[in-house]
């Protein structure tokens, strides 16, 4: 690993010469596996050896041994076997081969020629096929093959440089709007906000149809996004987390009917904009898209993923106390207090996930994975202040029976697309 560095100093040579040191003293370990033909021969022997011996055993003490103790005894002879084979693979077995010896050169080399990455010859070896066999299989194979060679080879470098270009606007453009630091915002945070305030998320409404008939347009009061939702699994989600969501923020003090409830003034928005710090401690904002049912500019529908602040004391391991959450639904309601005034709440219906190995990253992967939560609950409906930045998941495992909006069992915590996400989760 230190030797494929493209620079070094005198710390990473120390490091590789430590690492070589470790390397050579507890190198016995592969022994058993790096027997040779003569070592694996002379092991086959003893085994046929050691055999007969129990053979012999067996057969001198069969009137004398009772079946309990014939199978001890067989079972005693069985492990003696084995160890007796290791040992002897072990014994005949060595490391002394040129590729291990030409190791204890590399600091040396080093530090007379520069890193060894540019000695490599695999990158040459691999650069025969793009630069001369595709090139030549393209050609006419006419004597006149060399130019026709070098013409596709700049053709092909061009439209790679094109590729680079665009790939580097696309990145510029991605890192202004969602590379930044995801930090708690909303008021409903344990923790107490600066002097300077979040600001409420910014309403975004449907979009409106050439015809003016959108289906979200015509929801005026709760019962209309009730009938308006065709899941069932969802339209009871959004009531019982309605319902529990005023119980909790009026603290038992004001009690909800039905038919307060289904009458109660709501508005559907398809869009929040959520205002986190950026890297250089600038404020900006992220843009948070849910059209719920309906499709998005002419296509699928959308509805993206953001980082929910939990509870305050639960950390998720890694996650530090967020998980990445699906929006399914976003919508204002203005609540009748008891003083007489209206009281706007902007609320979010969102698929739950629950993080596997308690948070922690994969052994293999080194990311953290995600699962679906139990069906109930799968749908909560959550305040948006608890929302803090958008997210971005790899579906992992997708369900045998998938449904018709794409949904997976599992996911992976994507933390390339979002640097300072990855910064502030796994440093």
């Not at 030409?102 to 695999?122: D, F, K, N, P």
């Not at 709501?266 to 205002?275: A, D, E, F």
Request: proline content about 3%; aromatic content about 8%.
């Amino acid at each position: 690993m230190y030797a494929r560095y493209k620079s070094h100093d005198d710390a990473t040579l120390s490091y590789m010469e430590d690492a070589l040191h470790r390397f050579h003293t507890f190198k016995d370990v592969f022994l058993l596996g790096r027997a040779g033909k003569q070592a694996k021969a002379k092991a086959n022997a003893l085994r046929t050896e050691l055999v007969k011996k129990r053979k012999i055993d067996k057969e001198s003490n069969a009137e004398t041994w009772t079946p309990s103790k014939q199978r001890r005894e067989m079972n005693a002879w069985r492990h003696y076997i084995s160890h007796e084979i290791d040992v002897s693979k072990e014994l005949d077995a060595y490391c002394n081969f040129p590729k291990i010896h030409l190791m204890s050169h590399w600091v040396e080399q080093i530090h007379r020629y520069g890193a060894l990455q540019q000695y490599s010859t695999g990158r040459h070896e691999q650069a025969h096929k793009t630069n001369l066999k595709d090139g030549c299989n393209a050609s006419n194979h006419n004597l006149n093959y060399l130019p026709q060679v070098i013409t596709f080879q700049r053709r092909i470098l061009c439209f790679e440089i094109r590729e680079l270009n665009l790939q580097a606007l696309v990145q510029r453009r991605e890192n202004s709007v969602a590379a930044c630091k995801v930090l708690p915002s909303g008021a409903d945070l344990a923790a107490p906000l600066g002097s300077q305030s979040y600001a409420r998320p910014e309403f975004m409404g449907p979009q409106i149809r050439r015809d003016g008939k959108h289906p979200d347009a015509m929801i005026k009061d709760f019962r209309a996004l009730l009938d308006n939702t065709q899941d069932a699994t969802h339209r009871v989600a959004i009531y019982s987390g309605t319902r529990e969501f005023i119980k909790h923020k009026s603290r038992n003090k004001t009690y909800i009917s039905d038919e307060q409830l289904h009458a109660m003034e709501l508005c559907i928005y398809h869009g929040m904009k959520v205002q986190v710090e950026g890297l250089d401690g600038e404020r900006i904002s992220q843009m948070c898209r849910c059209t719920g049912s309906q499709s998005w500019r002419g296509g699928d529908r959308r509805n993206d993923w953001v980082w929910v602040k939990q509870h305050p004391g639960r950390c998720y391991g890694a996650l530090n106390g967020r998980l990445p959450w699906q929006l399914q639904r976003l919508f204002k309601i203005n609540l009748l207090n008891n003083d007489g005034a209206f009281v706007e709440y902007w609320l979010a219906l969102a698929l739950t996930t629950i993080p596997e190995n308690s948070g922690n990253l994969d052994p293999v992967s080194k990311f953290v994975q995600l699962r679906q939560a139990p069906a109930a609950v799968g749908l909560q409906v959550v305040s948006v202040g608890n929302i803090v930045g958008c997210a971005h998941v790899i579906p992992e495992i997708a369900t045998t029976s998938k449904t018709g909006d794409g949904r997976n069992e599992r996911w992976i915590v994507n933390s390339h697309i979002d640097l300072a996400t990855w910064n502030d989760l796994y440093n």
